[in-house]
């Protein structure tokens, strides 16, 4: 298995853009999540899905954010409009069940908004 | 509020050395507690994962050691080496865990092994 894939890995955009950041879980697995990392706040966790059914959004810190998951091996997170503060790794994780801490992290998109 | 404290925040030691590293935690219940391993620019990788009747946890140089009493656990390597050079984080989970949004994370040592 090639784990959870995330594209694009590292992606640079203007403030006011339109941002879209991908994921691929790993195969079979039910649950679906987005982070946030930055220094200052560590990992924070955005959204997650679960058999592409959303949770929990309560950490997507503002409208400009919004995330779905249309199928069980796809799912978007998107910022529209950016902002410099967006700056950070994003990254995608996938769990096989129901235990929230078994999670397989994708490597990360770092996202630099200018 | 849940909390996850680690220490130290960052920490230099010269190859073969062993070292440790802290995490204190106020999570109450408790169900799991797990360490990982986050390499420059890529996503973190679970080490180990205890439960509240774990008291110590192997995965070949790494050791962790969970006292629910004291509500502390530590990451013991032995014999490092240049690839142990990553952020370490304590990622603690509660009764009942049915909510990823429970999950606490710590925020991470930065360890550096050098030759």
């Known amino acids: 298995d090639a784990g959870v894939i995330q594209s694009p890995r590292h992606e640079v955009t203007e403030m006011g853009q339109e941002v879209t950041l991908r994921c691929k879980p790993i195969?079979?697995?039910?649950?679906l999540f987005w982070y946030r990392q930055t220094m200052m706040r560590g990992l924070e966790l955005l959204i997650y899905?679960?058999?592409?059914?959303?949770?929990?959004d309560s950490g997507m810190p503002e409208d400009r954010f919004s995330a779905k998951m249309p199928n069980a091996s796809f799912s978007t997170l998107k910022i529209q409009p950016s902002e410099p503060r967006d700056s950070a790794v994003y990254f995608c994780?996938?769990?096989?069940?129901?235990?929230?801490?078994?999670?397989?992290f994708g490597p990360g998109t770092r996202l630099t908004v200018t | 509020k849940n909390q996850v404290e680690q220490s130290p925040q960052s920490l230099i030691i010269l190859e073969g050395k062993n070292c440790t590293l802290q995490?204190?935690?106020?999570?109450?219940?408790?169900?799991?507690l797990r360490w990982y391993k986050q390499d420059t620019g890529r996503g973190p990788v679970s080490l180990t994962i205890?439960?509240?009747?774990?008291n110590t946890k192997s995965n070949g140089r790494y050791t962790a050691t969970l006292d629910a009493d004291t509500k502390q656990s530590s990451l013991h390597i032995t014999a490092s080496q240049l690839s142990d050079s990553a952020s370490y984080i304590c990622?603690?989970?509660?009764?009942?865990?049915?909510?990823?949004?429970?999950?606490?994370f710590g925020s991470g040592t930065q360890l550096t092994v050098l030759p």
């Open positions: 994780a996938s769990s096989p069940n129901r235990s929230p801490g078994e999670q397989y």
């Open positions: 195969s079979g697995h039910d649950y």
């Open positions: 899905f679960n058999n592409n059914v959303p949770i929990d």
């Open positions: 995490c204190n935690y106020t999570v109450s219940p408790f169900s799991n």
């Open positions: 205890m439960t509240f009747s774990e």
């Open positions: 990622v603690v989970s509660p009764l009942p865990s049915g909510s990823a949004r429970q999950l606490t």
